[in-house]
């Protein structure tokens, strides 16, 4: 049921900003943006989400495009660290409503 | 603050045994409860959701069930494993309240041989 298009794999050279892109053509006005991130044999860690606005927090930053049909995760200066799979999942606020995930992008950060 | 503690993290059962797996959430009232399963090399698949104790939705039918007998304890359980249920298993856990996001466990490690 995912909702969302992402690259499969991505590089990104250590110290650089990573731009992971997601597009969400179909979002819905109350849907959500969220993205998480799972390295290898880990559970997935939330990172942030955002309905409208750009967000930013410790980990990233969320851009989201006026029309919402797509959104950009930036990691601000990639570390070997940040080689993970990253998932983009919308959702609606909702108690009753779950989080999908669909195949993510494998971003390798290269030394 | 919230942990969610999760065991144990590696498993090896052969087919046919049993299984059960549990999920206990600290600092939180109430939470909404999730099970996934992660085949190699795959995604994420929801099995089971709980939104309140004895309150399970299922996914996907399977060889698994869930339970809730506490608030902050899901347990995943089978009557006979089958080769395809091995996976990596994840339990997660949210406020369920407006926007709030998932949190999830360090997963457990099942291999059926």
């Known amino acids: 049921d995912a909702k969302t298009t992402q690259p499969t794999s991505m590089d990104c050279a250590e110290g650089r900003a990573a731009n992971l892109p997601c597009n969400h053509s179909t979002i819905s006005g109350n849907e959500y943006v969220y993205w998480y991130r799972q390295i290898h044999s880990q559970g997935p860690q939330y990172i942030i989400h955002?309905?409208?606005n750009n967000e930013t927090n410790e980990m990233a930053s969320l851009i989201i495009t006026e029309d919402r049909k797509s959104s950009t995760l930036i990691l601000p200066h990639a570390t070997l660290r940040d080689t993970a799979v990253y998932y983009c999942i919308v959702r609606v606020a909702n108690t009753g409503n779950q989080f999908y995930f669909g195949t993510g992008t494998s971003l390798t950060v290269i030394p | 603050s919230q942990t969610i503690h999760q065991w144990p993290a590696t498993l090896v059962q052969p087919v046919g045994s049993p299984l059960s797996l549990e999920c206990t959430v600290e600092?939180?009232?109430?939470?909404?409860l999730y099970w996934y399963r992660q085949a190699a090399g795959r995604g994420l698949q929801l099995l089971f959701y709980?939104?309140?104790?004895?309150?399970i939705s299922s996914e996907v039918p399977q060889n698994l069930s869930a339970s809730r007998p506490q608030d902050r304890q899901f347990i995943l359980s089978s009557k006979k494993l089958l080769l395809s249920d091995s996976g990596f298993y994840l339990c997660?856990?949210?406020?369920?309240?407006?926007?709030?996001?998932?949190?999830f466990g360090n997963g457990t490690r099942l291999t059926v041989t």
């Open positions: 955002g309905l409208k």
């Open positions: 997660a856990w949210s406020t369920g309240t407006g926007s709030s996001p998932l949190h």
């Open positions: 600092g939180t009232s109430n939470p909404n």
């Open positions: 709980s939104v309140g104790i004895g309150q």
